[in-house]
């Protein structure tokens, strides 16, 4: 069957950097995203990565192992608006999203 | 209106009742789908349409039914719902289907309650 797992929760504290895992099997693999969801909001793009590597936006980077079923999303300086369920998604031989459960990220002051 | 937009946000009814949730995308995209979330699950896929044809029925009961009129708008229409059932339903539309890089777009969810 096709699997995603990540983390159900983790905390950070503000100014800080956190990096949320994501392992994923699938039936092939045409790219992996990361989504933002505020709690009651609808989830929002942050990144895709389809090659091996770090991809850089700003204060949020995300890695990609295809070998390993490997990524994970690194947020710099945390700010409390970055408090959020982050969701790691994987498209599959389909063309279907594949979803995890998301990690909820709390932050500190 | 910019971007996905559904109605209702909020919705409460009974096992008996009927009603029809709206999605409505003003990008331009040709694939528009219906999510079920629940809470600490994944994201579950219900139906995808693209250019208006459905073309994925993920097992989901037949008192959930999908209506594609065209390309911008999606329903969904409820009948004798179980309490299970209760969970946010995020429509979410993409530009191109079939190919890797195809950003799906979220609307904010209608937070439904089956009593």
């Known amino acids: 069957g096709q699997n995603i797992d990540q983390p159900t929760e983790m905390t950070a504290t503000e100014g800080a950097i956190v990096q949320i895992n994501c392992t994923y099997q699938?039936?092939?693999?045409?790219?992996l995203f990361w989504y933002q969801q505020h709690a009651g909001e609808a989830p929002t793009f942050l990144s895709y990565?389809?090659l091996d590597g770090l991809e850089e936006k700003g204060r949020f980077s995300s890695f990609l192992s295809r070998s390993k079923g490997y990524s994970y999303l690194l947020l710099k300086e945390l700010q409390m608006k970055d408090s959020a369920s982050y969701l790691c998604?994987?498209?599959?031989?389909?063309?279907?999203?594949?979803w995890g459960a998301g990690t909820k990220l709390i932050i500190k002051p | 209106e910019t971007g996905v937009t559904q109605t209702p946000r909020h919705l409460v009814m009974g096992m008996t009742n009927k009603k029809s949730l709206k999605c409505e995308q003003h990008l331009g995209h040709n694939a528009m789908y219906w999510y079920k979330q629940s809470a600490k699950k994944p994201l579950e896929l219900m139906f995808v349409y693209n250019f208006k044809e459905q073309t994925e029925n993920n097992s989901v009961p037949s008192r959930f039914s999908p209506e594609c009129p065209n390309s911008s708008h999606l329903f969904l229409h409820l009948h004798t719902l179980q309490p299970e059932d209760s969970a946010l339903y995020l429509c979410a539309s993409s530009p191109e289907p079939g190919q890797g890089y195809n950003e799906q777009f979220f609307g904010p969810g209608t937070r439904l309650t089956v009593l």
């Open positions: 990565n389809v």
């Open positions: 699938t039936s092939g693999f045409n790219g």
């Open positions: 998604a994987v498209m599959d031989s389909n063309y279907q999203l594949i």
